[in-house]
């Protein structure tokens, strides 16, 4: 629970920064955008919006895979 407050806390700073949207936004490049369907550190709307800030991004949710997917 630790980290999950401290990812919420670094969020809310970060939340009106547009620098890094900006760039992103700016960034040219094919990207996969992963999530878990069941992902319960970062919410899968977190890589919704990350998909739809980059426009050569494509969103991949993977069924029944969680945070950490890759290492399961």
Same mark, same amino acid.
């Given at each position: 629970?630790?980290? =999950?407050r @401290?990812q919420?806390?670094?969020?809310? =700073?970060? #939340?009106?920064?547009?620098? #890094?949207a &900006? #760039?992103?936004? *700016? *960034? /040219? %490049?094919?990207t996969l955008? %992963?999530t @878990?369907?069941d &992902? ?5 709307q977190?890589?919704?919006a990350l998909a /739809?800030?980059?426009p050569?991004?494509?969103? %991949?949710?993977? /069924?029944? *895979?969680?945070? *950490?997917?890759?290492? /399961?």
């Amino acid at each position: 629970m630790c980290c =999950e407050r @401290g990812q919420t806390a670094l969020l809310r =700073e970060r #939340a009106h920064d547009d620098d #890094a949207a &900006d #760039a992103l936004h *700016a *960034a /040219r %490049l094919y990207t996969l955008v %992963l999530t @878990g369907d069941d &992902d319960s550190i970062v919410a899968k709307q977190n890589a919704q919006a990350l998909a /739809r800030t980059m426009p050569d991004a494509q969103l %991949l949710v993977v /069924r029944a *895979a969680g945070h *950490a997917m890759m290492y /399961r």
